[in-house]
């Protein structure tokens, strides 16, 4: 398979990215007790937590995948919510293999080996998810840091929520960009036109119904860091994870641990120390990791086998 030939390489990232979240663990726990940590865990309000479950499954795998789906109909591919859920589901648990975001490479590939979707543009249409939600994070940090009035630098935010939104909504942005490209070498032009595909084709009617699709994802998370806070007795301002969250969003794009594991529970551990022990910190970040993102992961090892079986030569069964 092309695109998997570097799978050494992507399991000794894997491998170096898990070691940094246990390291990351391992100072925590040097600081906050671990004993303590299990028993707010197990202490938690049981029903909260099963709502955030059902809010992050809900959201996470079948909001997430009417979104691509709506994408991928815009774009003239109309697939089936199955397949969308087959496929966003089934790549879910290659992102513990495939760090630096990689995975999102095989549903490229998918489209293009099973739908004849060009790979460019299929990965344009992934790119257009991806940056929707960055918009929304964006426009979230910035109404939080309005409302919190807490001493946050905002020109960077502000310059690059501005910078999202006219490259998502501007087509004579995109075509200086494009002009540029073609000055520079065809095969990039070419390649910048492709990836460009799904930004250009589909109306800005449609992109902003798409943004309110964006604002329910993005908001589930929010959400359910609240519900969770309250869960293991932390009271916490709703408008401060307005600021805090998208932060710990932001930084956990890096590709520094495995799923954000480690970072994740430091950042909320340090971001919001006034409001709680450390142990009842750490057991919230713990959670939100579980409930968020390992959940998640879970789910999709239902659906890998029988979307990697898309992979196999034809005429060939899995043992």
């Not at 969770?228 to 932390?234: D, M, N, R, S």
């Not at 916490?236 to 594991?261: E, R, W, Y």
């Not at 879970?298 to 899995?318: A, E, H, M, Q, R």
């Amino acid at each position: 398979m092309p695109k998997m030939k570097n799978l050494n390489l992507n399991l000794t990232r894997a491998i170096i990215a898990t070691a940094i979240s246990l390291l990351i663990f391992f100072l925590l726990f040097l600081q906050i007790d671990a004993d303590q940590v299990l028993r707010v865990i197990f202490s938690s309000d049981l029903q909260l937590i099963l709502l955030t479950v059902f809010i992050s499954l809900a959201v996470n795998i079948f909001w997430g995948a009417l979104k691509w789906k709506r994408i991928l109909f815009a774009l003239g591919y109309p697939l089936s919510f199955k397949e969308v859920l087959s496929i966003r589901s089934g790549c879910l648990p290659l992102k513990i293999v495939f760090p630096l975001k990689t995975s999102e490479l095989i549903k490229a590939y998918y489209l293009e080996k099973q739908r004849n979707l060009p790979f460019m543009r299929g990965l344009s249409s992934i790119l257009l998810d991806k940056m929707l939600n960055l918009l929304v994070t964006l426009g979230i940090f910035l109404i939080g840091v309005s409302v919190v009035q807490i001493n946050l630098p905002r020109f960077l935010p502000i310059i690059a929520l501005l910078v999202t939104a006219v490259f998502l909504f501007s087509s004579p942005l995109r075509g200086i960009l494009l002009k540029l490209s073609q000055k520079i070498n065809l095969k990039f032009y070419q390649f910048t036109v492709q990836l460009f595909s799904s930004f250009q084709e589909i109306s800005v009617k449609e992109k902003i119904i798409l943004t309110c699709y964006s604002i329910v994802y993005q908001l589930s998370e929010f959400m359910n860091t609240y519900i969770l806070f309250k869960a293991v007795g932390i009271s916490v301002p709703f408008s401060l994870l307005l600021v805090f969250v998208p932060l710990v969003m932001i930084i956990n794009n890096f590709p520094i641990t495995v799923l954000g594991l480690g970072t994740r529970e430091a950042l909320m551990v340090f971001l919001f120390a006034r409001y709680g022990p450390g142990s009842f910190l750490l057991s919230a970040g713990i959670l939100v990791s579980l409930v968020e993102h390992i959940l998640p992961v879970v789910f999709g090892l239902f659906f890998i086998k029988s979307f990697l079986d898309y992979f196999l030569p034809k005429g060939n069964t899995s043992s």
